[in-house]
């Protein structure tokens, strides 16, 4: 009695077509896994700029007409702006939390700046910085290639620096217009108007 079986042909064929559908599927599955990587990436990049814009959206809500004294005791204005080789914007804002009820001011001065190509937030301890050092800087957003921020007057101009020339340390702008470029993912432009 002959017992039925396969061929080595018919083996080797089935061999050849079962290697062609794993390559197809392994091709792919590493499309969809390198697909999953680089939208992993522009998901984290767009949550941390979601956060830095939330946070300065929140930050300027708060903002307050009073010039502060620097370390030398010069005075600042109350909003701040340069724009030369990197973008600089400080502001007064009111709302420092003080959940232990200790007597001090519930005024904070905070610096947003440029630091190779690296938006950074520092914030000061106390509005009039008598100490240099008595502040915490944070890193918000990496790889930036720059940074614009506009200040819109009563008049309806937008300037780069502020205030303007011959205005009060007081005075602050209608609306910030933040404008960040960032290589890969391109402009995200941000419109705050503040509440004066």
Known sequence: MKTKGFTLIELLISISILAILLSLSYSGLNSVLISHERISKQQEKFKKFNYTFNQLHTELQHIVARPVSDTYNNRLAAFFLSYSNDTEFSFTRAGRPNPSGLRR?????LDYFMDNNTLKKRVWF???????QSFKEEELLKNITEIKVEALADNGGWHTTWPPTGAPLDILPKAIKLTIYEKDTG???QLIELTR
């Open 105 to 109: 001011s519930s005024l904070q001065r």
């Open 187 to 189: 402009d995200f432009v």
């Open 126 to 132: 106390a509005p009039d910085n008598s100490d240099i």
